[in-house]
């Protein structure tokens, strides 16, 4: 072995590096920009999940739990009437309300068990968890102090229920996310490959349009992409039978839009590299940052305020939102939150296919 | 479009990549059914030229005309066969799907087997492109403008890299083609090619340097060497 070969290996690479300053600044860059906003959204002090509590107790132990959950800093609780709590708990507003019955203090002491209602939106596990655990803890310390009391709420969900997990609601939103984020890498390499053996010289060169070239590619791809929608969502529903309320044709047309876009935002997005090497580095930049704050792992209503905004404004996040509308609670077209949904990521596949034809010439200069 | 005197009419054309002017006032004619020769070193303006001719390439001065019409018009595209410098085929498909793609493109729907029969390929076309050697791909490519038949053929250095047999049947078969009635321009900077051509411009720096046929070219130059010719004629220009 010749360590000079070896360093000459070495410095050839440090050589390229050097020359290529998007890679270093993504090298570089990516993990801060990546791990920042991962400790803004954990660290960020994001709001709490927001509850309601339902003192409708005659006696004292009512009284005295309200105010204890109000103190609780796990969650944001609020004393209201029972019509608001529900009201709140149907648009979304309230992640879950307590129930404490007319004859709660007298029950307590007649059976020693307290047997509260906890009613959940049902359709986050995190939120839910987090407030079944509140109320858990304020009922801990006054069953501490009474003795000999059993604690046994009652559990009533909206959406999901006792069998929701962690995969359920995961998994609606990853139906959409992994074929969205396959079909853009798979786009993005395919036309810089074409533009690489010099094809795309010769489209360019020939009575095509360039929205004829776009629409070739978005049809093609978005025939690819459809059979694998089908195939991720049969695997999901069929083998690890995530929960689905909704219709199954709807959650397809969502996928086949996520789809649509996909392709369309690798075509706009291959101006920006020169090589398939370049384009891989899209992925960190333009797909992370998404995962992270579309609301597939962290609920937007607990972010930091100035992230709810970016979340908002990211198409990935109605399309998140859309799935997870129509797999956990059900929801139709003729819900208006799934309007939405439908709408901007509708308005995002127009924008991109507008973008990818304008900026199509620029590319073989 | 029978009226036309000139199959290509480059008037004054410049184009400039940040200081680089890569056409500094080129002007050429290429009459229709003659082989064309564009001549001149690397970097000299050749493909640049070829690329304004289909509309690759937008001209900052100068006027483009093809087939009668201002260049980029899609009319004209459909009537233009480019061969580009490099082999660009789509590897993974075979060379007849390749050929059957560009002449679809191209609005043709027949002459797939002819142009393979032109270029010696038909019983190669169910093998995949990245299959084939170099001067395969090469024909292949050139299998690709000739499908649809069109009026003007342009050849960015068609012969780069090929055999000396396979170039001979090459040129053959461009002479071919415009005896058809095929305006076809090829770009080289080999001098024996060049003497194959009906007439030649010698391009450098951007401009067109001389224009005729190869005895014009010598006698203008005063030397029976086309290479001489193209020396002598570009240290006149250079001035």
Not at chain 1, 12 to 21: C, E, K, S, V, Y
Not at chain 1, 186 to 206: H, K, N, W
Not at chain 2, 51 to 77: F, K, W, Y
Not at chain 2, 147 to 154: Q, R, V, Y
Request: a neutral charge.
């Amino acid at each position: 072995m010749s360590g000079r070969r070896v360093a000459a290996i070495t410095r050839r690479l440090l050589q390229q590096f050097h020359r290529d300053r998007r890679t270093l600044a993504l090298l570089f860059g990516a993990p801060l920009i990546i791990l920042g906003l991962l400790g803004y959204l954990l660290r960020g002090g994001g709001d709490v999940p927001v509850m309601g509590v339902v003192n409708l107790d005659a006696g004292p132990l009512g009284a005295a739990i309200a105010s204890q959950l109000e103190r609780t800093k796990t969650v944001s609780a609020s004393t209201m009437s029972e019509a608001a709590a529900e009201s709140k708990l149907r648009s979304g507003d309230l992640a879950g309300y307590v129930l404490l019955q007319s004859d709660f203090s007298a029950r307590a002491q007649q059976s020693r068990v307290i047997s509260p209602q906890i009613h959940l939106e049902g359709s986050q596990p995190g939120l839910s968890q987090t407030i079944v655990q509140a109320v858990n803890e304020s009922f801990a310390a006054l069953v501490g102090q009474a003795g000999g009391v059993r604690f046994a709420p009652q559990v009533m969900f909206v959406y999901g229920g006792p069998s929701f997990d962690t995969l359920d609601y995961f998994g609606a939103a990853f139906i959409g996310l992994v074929v969205f984020f396959l079909v853009f890498v798979i786009t993005i390499v395919a036309f810089l490959r074409e533009r690489g053996q010099g094809t795309l010289e010769r489209l360019m060169a020939s009575p095509l349009r360039r929205g004829e070239i776009v629409l070739g590619y978005m049809l093609g791809f978005t025939v690819l992409a459809l059979v694998q929608a089908v195939e991720v969502l049969a695997f999901c529903l069929l083998v690890l039978h995530v929960h689905n309320a909704g219709n199954v044709g709807l959650i397809f047309v969502l996928e086949g839009l996520m789809a649509i876009a996909a392709v369309n935002l690798g075509i706009f997005l291959s101006m920006f590299a020169r090589t398939e090497f370049q384009a891989v580095q899209f992925i960190p930049l333009v797909i992370l940052p998404q995962v992270l704050l579309s609301g597939i792992i962290f609920p937007i209503s607990t972010e930091p305020g100035p992230l709810t905004v970016l979340s908002r404004a990211l198409p990935l996040t109605y399309a998140v939102e859309g799935m997870r509308n129509i797999m956990i609670k059900g929801a139709d077209l003729s819900w208006s939150s799934l309007q939405l949904d439908f709408g901007v990521v509708l308005g995002f596949c127009v924008l991109v296919i507008i973008a990818g034809i304008l900026t199509l010439r620029r590319r073989i200069a | 479009m029978a009226g036309e005197t000139y199959a290509v009419e480059v008037d004054r054309v410049v184009k400039r990549f940040g200081s680089l002017r890569a056409l500094d006032g080129a002007t050429l004619r290429i009459r229709r059914g003659e082989v064309y020769g564009l001549l001149g070193p690397n970097g000299a303006g050749k493909t640049t030229l070829i690329r304004a001719l289909v509309g690759l390439v937008v001209p900052d001065g100068g006027t483009v005309t093809v087939l009668g019409r201002p260049a980029r018009n899609l009319d004209v595209l459909a009537r233009v066969g480019y061969m580009t410098q490099q082999a660009a085929l789509y590897p993974d498909l075979s060379a007849e799907e390749n050929v059957a793609f560009f002449a679809a493109i191209h609005g043709a729907h027949h002459g797939v087997r002819e142009a393979l029969e032109f270029v010696e390929l038909w019983d190669r076309r169910g093998s995949v492109v990245s299959s084939l050697s170099g001067g395969m791909r090469t024909r292949c490519s050139l299998a690709c403008v000739l499908a649809h038949k069109p009026d003007l053929l342009l050849l960015d250095e068609p012969t780069v890299g090929v055999d000396p047999l396979l170039r001979v049947q090459l040129w053959n078969r461009f002479q071919r083609m415009a005896a058809d009635g095929t305006s076809i321009l090829v770009s080289s900077h080999v001098m024996d090619e060049a003497e194959r051509c009906d007439r030649l411009g010698l391009i450098r720096f951007g401009r067109l340097l001389a224009e005729g046929t190869v005895p014009e070219l010598k006698g203008k130059a005063g030397v029976d060497r086309l290479e001489d010719a193209f020396l002598k004629l570009s240290e006149a220009g250079a001035e």
